[in-house]
């Protein structure tokens, strides 16, 4: 069965501070590599994906590590916001299909404090 | 909207009755996915279609669950003879026909079985 695991579960920061939320994969298919942002009572929403020939990806306050010997892959939330108070979803597809089918992490339930 | 619609929102059902979902993709997406999300959990692959061919269903908990998108847009997720176990939030999601395109994600419906 392939798997995401994803942690920490939960992550308490406080505004201005770094929010980090690391995930490991086990298939080395695994050829694309999304970050969802959900919150709640609404959908999960792409935040930000990193292909595994580079080794890291940064968009606004949001970067991706990605480390494909070790098949970990991490976000960073640079000068963290209330706002990004969210879960937050790492997911990896199954490649070489004809679609892709979307493995999910568990989850990490970010709270940024004032 | 340009988003993906889903309803109801919220449906409440005995144990033992049917229901129906309703999944309204992006226009033009050929691809729809629906997961099964738990409380506190990631999104779970339910099943796959490729405009109205339904490519996998390997996700579906039991022949109690039926997918449908028989003119290539529409979706419905059916469950009969509802369960306890049945209550989540079910997401329908779309993207485009490539390879690692992102998926749009509905509000999904939160279905609870009393």
Redesign the interface.
Known sequence: QQQVK?SPQSLIVQKGGISIINCAYENTAF??F?W?QQFP??????LI?I?PDVSEKKEGRFTISFNKSAKQFSLHIMDSQPGDSATY?C?A?R?GT??????????TSLSVIP | GAGVSQSPRYKVAKRGQDVALRCDPISGHVSLFWYQQALGQGPEFLTYFQNEAQLDKSGLPSDRFFAERPEGSVSTLKIQRTQQEDSAVYLCASSPPFTNQPQHFGDGTRLSIL
Do not use: C, E, H, N
């Open positions: 994803q050829d694309y999304p969802y009572g609404k959908g999960p929403a792409l994906a292909r979803f997911a597809p490649g004809s679609y892709d089918k979307v493995i999910f992490g568990p989850g």
